[in-house]
């Protein structure tokens, strides 16, 4: 092996071997596309709604409920990992990738090859630990379960189905980037999204338990609104009536209006852009434009940013709830690395680092607390919420810059690949020579500026979201997510149909 490649060379024989999706060979119908989009929707919905044989699901605890949306997973199905193993394997590939400890140059053909087969190794070893953790008192085998099979046979025969669950969503996701429209991350995410929105808008079941809550109330918030309007009289409005309606309830309706509010903002920032105007060089008159969004980095940033953060919490839970690490060192039952009360709070952190960069659930989690600590406190001061939120706040704006100006260099999207993708499609800059150092120059006065904004923007966004509150608990990044990859995907469906009726195009967008 060649001294200057990189040692993950050695790892992929191994890894060319695993089971794979295989790239089509040419061009792919539109048709056909869409029609594994659907295929793969549908499979994902089913699998979401396969629990894992032998569980106790009474006794369950869910490591990523507070970001299970984003995960688009389901609690105690086939799919309870969701995406979580795929985009933390991304991460740490990104982060070693781009601080230069893996020496792989992404614009080489055989180092990306390289990088894609050791990612795929790595995603099936982020399965295992994150999989094998969660038998050890959160996902817990049924009685008869255990005794069948024996304590170590349940654990590892659940183990086994995350990791069969988690794997075949990491070859769907393969199949909808290669056969289909987009990326399978982002569309599963939407997927799940839009259920809890739809549900959480609509849902007339009534509501179980909760102080502030009516009897008979229902659970979505138009019928919720509807009801509470219909059975309060002025006086009882005033007297609490208002604050059920806006504040209250498990779908408040200041979470609807957030929401709402957040599809806005994110559709007019997907729709801004800079367009650099462009010739063909041999064909006179063939005009076009290439579009450098403001959003640039897409939704990818923040995908990352809250696996990473989803990853902070499960492990501070582990270290400080489970038996067999809370003996380490430093790390074991510190209260400043997460305090966990699980009868009070579940899994969601009660105290230190890891409640400091977690999401708040909406005003009422924060601003009410703060602003009136003797009706809505909690025991923390408003001293300690305020930097709850300042320090959310910047962990989100801060990684998701980290994250898109990683995200730009690993998916050929910088400056250079850009203008090596234009040079060779056959077009330029009009009033500049053809040349891709040129444009490369060109390129080089937006794209490191707009990857920055672009990851402070989406950052700031869902952050935003995540203090104002969604419906459904979507969170906040949840909800930005999928107004983004909606629209993403409206956009890719257009460039397939236009490649459809305009072969020509398919070599500018790197079709055969």
């Known amino acids: 092996m060649d001294e200057d490649k990189s040692l993950l060379y050695r790892f992929k024989p191994i890894a060319d071997r695993l089971p794979a999706v295989t790239k089509p060979e040419g061009h792919i119908h539109f048709r056909t596309k869409m029609m594994w989009v659907v295929v793969i929707l549908v499979i994902y919905f089913v699998m979401t709604n396969v629990y894992i044989y032998g569980l106790d699901q009474e006794n369950t605890l869910d490591l990523f409920a507070q970001y299970r949306t984003i995960m688009a997973g389901a609690s105690g199905s086939l799919l309870h990992l969701g995406i979580a193993p795929i985009v933390t394997a991304s991460i740490i590939m990104q982060l070693f990738v781009g601080a230069k400890i893996i020496k792989l140059d992404l614009t080489n053909r055989d180092d990306k090859a390289c990088y894609q087969s050791f990612l795929k190794l790595l995603v099936i070893i982020m399965i295992i630990v994150e999989g094998a953790p969660q038998v050890f008192g959160y996902l817990v085998p049924s009685a008869n379960f255990e005794s069948t099979f024996g304590s170590g046979g349940a654990r590892f025969l659940i183990v086994l189905q995350l990791f069969i669950g988690s794997y075949i969503i990491f070859l769907m996701d393969e199949v909808v980037s290669k056969w289909g429209i987009g990326s399978g991350i982002s569309l599963f995410i939407a997927a799940g999204v839009s259920e809890a929105l739809f549900t959480g808008t609509i849902n007339w079941n009534t509501v179980h338990g909760g102080a502030a809550t009516m009897a008979n109330m229902p659970a979505g918030t138009i019928p919720q609104t509807i009801f509470i309007l219909s059975n309060m009289g002025a006086a009882?409005?005033?007297?609490?009536?208002?604050?059920?309606?806006l504040l209250g309830g498990p779908n408040p309706l200041i979470a609807l209006?957030?929401?709402?509010?957040?599809?806005?903002?994110?559709?007019?920032?997907?729709?801004?852009?800079?367009?650099?105007?462009?010739?063909?060089?041999?064909?006179?008159?063939?005009?076009?434009?290439?579009?450098i969004k403001l959003i640039y980095a897409s939704n990818i940033p923040?995908?990352?940013?809250?696996?990473?953060?989803?990853?902070?919490?499960?492990?501070?839970?582990?270290?400080?709830?489970?038996?067999?690490?809370?003996?380490?060192?430093?790390?074991?039952?510190?209260?400043?690395?997460?305090?966990?009360?699980?009868?009070?709070?579940?899994?969601?952190?009660?105290?230190?680092?890891?409640?400091?960069?977690?999401?708040?659930?909406?005003?009422?989690?924060?601003?009410?607390?703060?602003?009136?600590?003797?009706?809505y406190g909690d025991g923390r001061s408003s001293i300690q919420h305020l930097m709850r939120v300042v320090i959310y706040f910047t962990v989100m704006v801060m990684g998701s810059i980290l994250f898109a100006k990683f995200w730009i260099s690993t998916t050929n999207m910088g400056a250079e690949s850009v203008a090596n993708q234009i040079q060779r499609s056959g077009m330029q800059i009009p009033g500049f020579r053809r040349d891709p150092r040129v444009l490369r120059r060109v390129l080089e006065r937006y794209i490191p500026?707009?990857?920055?904004?672009?990851?402070?923007?989406?950052?700031?966004?869902?952050?935003?979201?995540?203090?104002?509150?969604?419906?459904?608990?979507?969170?906040?990044?949840?909800?930005?997510?999928?107004?983004?990859?909606?629209?993403?995907?409206?956009e890719a469906m257009g460039r397939e149909q236009m490649m459809e009726m305009h072969p020509v195009m398919r070599g500018f967008f790197g079709e055969r």
């Open 449 to 490: 500026i707009v990857t920055i904004l672009s990851g402070a923007i989406v950052g700031a966004v869902a952050a935003g979201a995540d203090l104002i509150g969604t419906t459904g608990n979507a969170t906040g990044t949840g909800v930005l997510l999928t107004v983004g990859i909606l629209i993403q995907f409206y």
């Open 236 to 245: 009882d409005m005033v007297n609490g009536g208002y604050e059920l309606l």
């Open 302 to 375: 923040v995908i990352l940013m809250m696996a990473l953060l989803a990853n902070i919490s499960m492990f501070a839970l582990l270290f400080y709830t489970n038996p067999a690490l809370t003996g380490i060192p430093i790390l074991g039952n510190n209260n400043l690395i997460g305090y966990f009360d699980t009868e009070q709070f579940g899994t969601h952190a009660a105290g230190g680092f890891a409640w400091y960069v977690s999401a708040p659930m909406g005003l009422t989690d924060w601003l009410l607390p703060m602003l009136d600590p003797g009706a």
């Open 257 to 291: 209006v957030g929401t709402l509010v957040i599809f806005l903002i994110v559709a007019y920032l997907e729709s801004t852009r800079i367009e650099l105007p462009l010739s063909h060089g041999s064909a006179r008159g063939a005009r076009g434009r290439y579009p």
